[in-house]
């Protein structure tokens, strides 16, 4: 099964293990590799593994659209371009910032003394093609074990960067994706899954993560969290403004079904071989998904837990994410897709279970990785060292976010959120200028000429209303008090609020896609309807009601 083939670099994975008993996962293998191999020099790498993870790696790269496409079908349809662009560019700048010195930081050869951070020895991957990964029983590529990485990095910056949802600046937020990743991902990594030099501390501690409980859920979850915080919250918040159902479920089904799949890649990849290790955590993904309904961070540990641990890590993350989204009511703070509920909470609970279900044999199952196992092996102290661990990554992913954020919203040109008007208007049309859904654009404005500036038309969407036509009134001061003009609004339960305007005036397209018929009007007053968002004067210009 074994072919030639060049000899790229030195690393290790995070998914192999240690040579004692103390250790967790990332390889001793790797540890212990040999000094660089020269240019000339051929070793043997096991195309089937070589194969097998460049199939993960294009199964996790199908999770970053999946969040999107999430995070866009639960936010409304004004914003709902923003989210999926933002998940893709966070993917773009993720991975230059791991080529530039993302991966060095994270799994160089040589950790600073503390244990913290690597070095910038790999900064540019260079030195990758020097060497190898050995993985035992077989070996790869580390330049593939270096980009397999690069999408952890990529999707623990995407939980994050979802604080940002319908009230976030771009712009600010990819400067904030590169430095986030630098200073809160790269160091949590390193100390989590590096086996080199003096290793990282927790790792050498003992603590087990087998694909990102810490590093990519709990540091994510934390840091929307403290994005959310510092962003504040939506207009409207704690009202009937934003008690709204999400636009579009299809979306949400869409990006569920993408992460599904992608969970495979993330799991069963993390034994970088095609391994009955990697089959393990492949049953526990699927079966943990299928128990808990869908926690993304329940299936974290698959390749420490035997299969039937993966009924109570779904039942467990599951039900205790799911009361987790009342933490942001208890603190009142506006997070806005739950980030911190289903990925800080559930994480933390997928890794204290992970201390009480792993089993050394399967473990073992690489024919390398030795650790104490947890409760099952009478290992009681290995909870601890998950608690600890954990608690860690949480409370300097919240506090650095915090940090950052709040220096960058003091930068002359990175204030993080946008004007209320632009608020109002969506992400999609002030951050963009793109929307979703191609109907949207004819149907989200009704444009009234307004002869005094500075008023506004509060309140003139009806996300939760029926998709049949409502009838709404409208009285004019110069005609008969008992004649009126009928304005019909379909398309969602649409309507207006009371506002007196000079002219009334309905473009074309706008008529013909949401059925208003309504011409020029003298004095025109709108009968009003409970709805959420709001129209906006722009100086003495029109007054632009969104409909979406």
Known sequence: MATNTTSIATSTPHASSSA?????????????????????????????????????????????????????????????????????????????????????????????????????????????????????????????????????????????????????????????????????????????????GNRGWAYAMGVLDWGGGTPVHIVGGCASLAYSMVLGKRKGHGTHELNYRPHNVASVVIGTVFLWVGWFGFNAGSALAANMRAVVAAANTNLAACVGGITCVSYDDAGFVPVWAAVPFGILGAALANYGTKIKFLCNIDDALDTFAVHTVAGLVGNILTGIFACKHIAHLDQVTVIDGGWVDHNWKQPIFQLAGSFAGGVYSFVMTAIIVFALDHIPGMSLRVSETAEVLGIDDSEIGEFAYDYVELTREMVIDHVGGGSIMDGNVGETGSMSSRHQHTQYPNQHPHQHQQIIVGGGGRSVSPTTVTTATVTAAACGASGVGVGPREGAVFGREDTKDSGVVFGNGPVVTSYY
Not at 47 to 65: N, Q, V, Y
Not at 146 to 152: D, L, P, Q, V, W
Not at 174 to 193: E, G, H, I, K, N
Request: charged content about 10%.
């Open 20 to 196: 004692t008993s103390t250790h967790s996962a990332a390889a001793a293998a790797a540890a212990a590799t040999s000094s660089p191999k020269t240019n000339h020099e051929v070793n043997l790498y096991h195309d089937g593994d070589i194969s097998f993870l460049i199939l993960c790696t294009a199964l996790i790269l199908l999770m970053i659209p999946g969040v999107g496409f999430f995070y866009s079908g639960l936010s409304r349809r004004k914003s709902a371009l923003s989210l999926m662009f933002l998940s893709i560019l966070a993917c773009a700048v993720t991975c230059i910032q791991w080529f530039i010195w993302g991966y060095s930081l994270s799994f160089s050869h040589n950790v600073t003394k503390s244990g913290f951070v690597g070095t910038l020895s790999n900064a540019f991957y260079i030195d990758v093609l020097d060497g190898k990964v050995e993985s035992l029983p077989h070996e790869i590529p580390d330049l593939l074990f270096a980009t397999y990485e690069s999408f952890f990095s990529a999707m623990a910056v995407v939980l994050a960067a979802g604080a940002v949802a319908e009230r976030g600046r771009l712009l600010p937020c990819v400067v904030f994706m590169f430095v986030w990743a630098t200073l809160v991902y790269d160091p949590v990594a390193c100390w989590t899954w590096n086996p080199h």
